[in-house]
C-alpha cells in the first residue's frame, strides 16, 4: 500500500479553469502539507493542517484553498487557474510531534500541474 | 527565520569514489536538520537527520551526515557513490509547527 497518495498524477488544463488535488495518507500521522516545486526544483510549503486545523498558511493566494476532511486525508482546490501555477504539488505527512520525533516528513509521488 | 543554503547546484563523482554534498544553516536556537533525497520523477525520501548527540549520524542507503557547529555545516557523505545514487539531495531545517524549509537542492551525478 502506497502511504501517502495523491491523484491525479498529472493535470492539464487551461488558464481560468478551476481543478483539486486530493491526497490521502494511511500512516496514521496526524498532520498533512502541500509543497510546491518550481520548475527550478524549489521546494516551498503552501499549508499544514493537524487533525483537521489549519496550522501553517503560507503566502499563498486566495485561490487556492485546502481541505481536509478528516486527519487521512488533504485536498487542494485552485480556483482561477494561471500560467504560474504550473509546478508539481507535493503532498506529505508526519507526526506532529516535538524534540526528536518531529520532523520526518513523507511524500506522495506528486502531481504534476500544467495551465495552458 | 531559519534557513539552509546548499551552494553547489551539481556534484560530480565517479563510482566507488566518496562524496559529499554540502549544507550550512543560519538558525536561532538549536538546529533541526535534514536530508531528503528525490529521484526523478518521485516525492522526496527522508534520508537521515540531525536532532541532538552524536555529530555523525547514519542514514539511508549508507549515508551519513556531520554535524558541525563551528562552521554551521550539514554535509552529506557517502564512503563509496553509487551510479544509483545519483539524484537531487536536499537538505532542510525544521521551523515551527513540524514546518521543513529546504534548500535549493544539489544535483549529484555518480559517473561509472
Known amino acids: 500500500d502506497t502511504a501517502v497518495s495523491q491523484t491525479p498524477k498529472y493535470l492539464v488544463t487551461q488558464m481560468g479553469n478551476d481543478k483539486s488535488i486530493k491526497c490521502e495518507q494511511n500512516?496514521?500521522?496526524?498532520?498533512m502539507y502541500w509543497y510546491k516545486q518550481d520548475s527550478k526544483k524549489f521546494l516551498k510549503i503552501m499549508f499544514s493542517?493537524?487533525?483537521?486545523?489549519?496550522?501553517i498558511n503560507e503566502t499563498v493566494p486566495n485561490r487556492f484553498s485546502p481541505k481536509s476532511p478528516d486527519k487521512a486525508h488533504l485536498n487542494l482546490h485552485i480556483n482561477s487557474l494561471e500560467l504560474g501555477d504550473s509546478a508539481v504539488y507535493f503532498c506529505?505527512?508526519?507526526?506532529?510531534?516535538?524534540?526528536?520525533?518531529?520532523?520526518?516528513?513523507?511524500f506522495g509521488e506528486g502531481s504534476r500541474l500544467t495551465v495552458l | 527565520a531559519q534557513s539552509v543554503a546548499q551552494p553547489e547546484d551539481q556534484v560530480n563523482v565517479a563510482e566507488g569514489n566518496p562524496l559529499t554534498v554540502k549544507c550550512t544553516y543560519s538558525v536561532s536556537g538549536n538546529p533541526y536538520l535534514f536530508w531528503y533525497v528525490q529521484y526523478p520523477n518521485r516525492g522526496l525520501q527522508f534520508l537521515l537527520k540531525?536532532?541532538?548527540?552524536?555529530?555523525l549520524v547514519k542514514g539511508s542507503y549508507g549515508f551519513e551526515a556531520e554535524f558541525n557547529k563551528s562552521q554551521t555545516s550539514f554535509h552529506l557523505k557517502k564512503p563509496s557513490a553509487l551510479v544509483s545514487d545519483s539524484a537531487l539531495y536536499f537538505c532542510a531545517v525544521r521551523e515551527y509547527g513540524n514546518k521543513l524549509v529546504f534548500g535549493a537542492g544539489t544535483i549529484l551525478r555518480v559517473k561509472s
Open positions: 500512516l496514521g500521522h496526524d498532520t
Open positions: 493542517y493537524n487533525n483537521k486545523e489549519l496550522i
Open positions: 540531525y536532532i541532538t548527540g552524536d555529530n
Open positions: 506529505a505527512s508526519s507526526l506532529n510531534a516535538g524534540g526528536p520525533l518531529g520532523g520526518e516528513l513523507f
